[in-house]
């Protein structure tokens, strides 16, 4: 069965203080690596897709990476307004297009 | 581009009514899923749609259904409605159900008494 954990559940940071977001997956068959950011009372807004390790996107503040058991969404010098929730899904190869989530990241960044 | 819309965003219904939601795909995107999102259960998936058929299915009972139209837009049925089917249902848009990326629309808010 495919997992999705993701950590920590919740992360408080000061703005400007650097940190990352982890996704630990288990996958028959990886065929892509979604984030999404959601925030409360929205649907989720989609950020990266990772298809292969070694493979690295970026945006802004938010840098995804992936290896073969995990990914991460690193975000530098964060704002009051990168505060969400930070989705991770993969899409497996046996399983059509379903994707699976993990629990999320809830990220608060305090000025 | 337009967004993935869904329609009504808010819905209260009492125990064993049925409720029917819509969704319309961005412009061009055949393929349309169907998630319910939970405070316990997080976000799980409950079908998906490609050119009118159900291609794939997760792990909900019968009483959830869905289709698709010849124009993409789609919509999920749930029938003799149960408290735990209070739930954010979202519903995603992707060209062609492969590796592409799936856009969210904003969900409906389903709230059973």
């Known amino acids: 069965e495919d997992q999705v954990t993701q950590s920590p559940e919740a992360l408080r940071l000061q703005e400007g203080e650097s940190s990352s977001l982890n996704c630990s997956y288990t996958v028959s068959g990886l065929r892509g690596l979604f984030w999404y950011r959601q925030d409360p009372g929205k649907g989720p807004e989609f950020l990266f897709t990772l298809y292969s390790a070694g493979e690295e996107k970026e945006k802004e503040r938010l840098k995804a990476t992936l290896t073969k058991k995990e990914s991460f969404l690193h975000i530098t010098a964060p704002k009051p307004e990168d505060s969400a929730t930070y989705l991770c899904?993969?899409?497996?190869?046996?399983?059509?297009?379903?994707?699976?989530f993990g629990g999320g990241t809830r990220l608060m960044v305090k000025p | 581009k337009a967004g993935v819309t869904q329609t009504p965003r808010y819905l209260i219904k009492t125990r064993g009514q049925q409720v029917t939601l819509s969704c319309s795909p961005i412009?061009?995107?055949?393929?349309v899923s169907w998630y319910q999102q939970t405070p316990g259960q997080g976000l799980q998936f409950l079908f998906e749609?490609?050119?009118?058929?159900?291609?794939n299915k997760g792990n909900f009972p019968g009483r959830f259904s869905g289709r698709q139209f010849s124009n993409s837009r789609s919509e999920m049925n749930v029938s003799t409605l149960e408290l735990g089917d209070s739930a954010l249902y979202l519903c995603?848009?992707?060209?062609?159900?492969?590796?592409?990326?799936?856009?969210f629309g904003p969900g409906t808010r389903l709230l059973v008494l």
């Open positions: 995603a848009s992707s060209l062609n159900g492969g590796e592409e990326t799936q856009y």
């Open positions: 412009s061009g995107h055949r393929s």
């Open positions: 749609y490609f050119s009118e058929t159900q291609r």
């Open positions: 899904a993969v899409q497996a190869g046996n399983a059509g297009n379903m994707l699976t």
